[in-house]
C-alpha cells in the first residue's frame, strides 16, 4: 500500500518559519508530480506549491517569495520550507503525489494524499 507521510507541522509565532516534509512508502515505480495543499478552518482546500519531477514549480500567489517546495527523487520525498509565515498560514497542510506503483501484479496511476501535519501561525 502507498501512503504519504507528512512532518513538520506546529505552532509557531507570526514571521517565523517551518519546514514541513513527506515521506512516501510503498511499491512506488515513479513519482510524477508532487505538492503541498492545505485547508483552513471553513474554507475548501487550496494548491500551495507543485513540483514536477523534472523541478518544475508552481506556487499559489499568496505564497510566492516565501515558501519553496523542494523534492529528492531517489528518497521519493518532498519538502516545503516555509518562511516569513503570517497567521492566514494557519491551516492542515496535506502532501499529494501523483504517481505509478505496483500493486496486486500490475502496475497502477494513483493519486495519493497524505493525512495532514497542522500548522498553526499565531499573532
Known amino acids: 500500500q502507498v501512503q504519504l507521510v507528512e512532518s513538520g507541522g506546529g505552532l509557531v509565532q507570526a514571521g517565523g518559519f517551518l519546514r514541513l516534509s513527506c515521506a512516501t512508502s510503498?511499491?512506488?515505480?515513479?513519482?510524477?508530480?508532487m505538492g503541498w495543499y492545505r485547508q483552513a478552518p471553513g474554507k475548501q482546500r487550496e494548491l500551495v506549491a507543485t513540483i514536477t519531477s523534472g523541478g518544475s514549480t508552481d506556487y499559489a500567489d499568496s505564497v510566492k517569495g516565501r515558501f519553496t517546495i523542494s523534492r529528492d527523487n531517489a528518497k521519493k520525498t518532498v519538502s516545503l520550507q516555509m518562511i516569513s509565515l503570517k497567521p492566514e498560514d494557519t491551516a492542515v497542510y496535506f502532501c499529494?503525489?501523483?504517481?505509478?506503483?505496483?500493486?496486486?501484479?500490475?502496475?497502477?496511476?494513483?493519486?495519493?494524499w497524505g493525512q495532514g501535519t497542522l500548522v498553526t501561525v499565531s499573532s
Open positions: 499529494h503525489a501523483d504517481l505509478i506503483a505496483s500493486m496486486t501484479g500490475a502496475y497502477r496511476y494513483l493519486e495519493v
Open positions: 510503498g511499491s512506488i515505480l515513479r513519482i510524477n508530480t
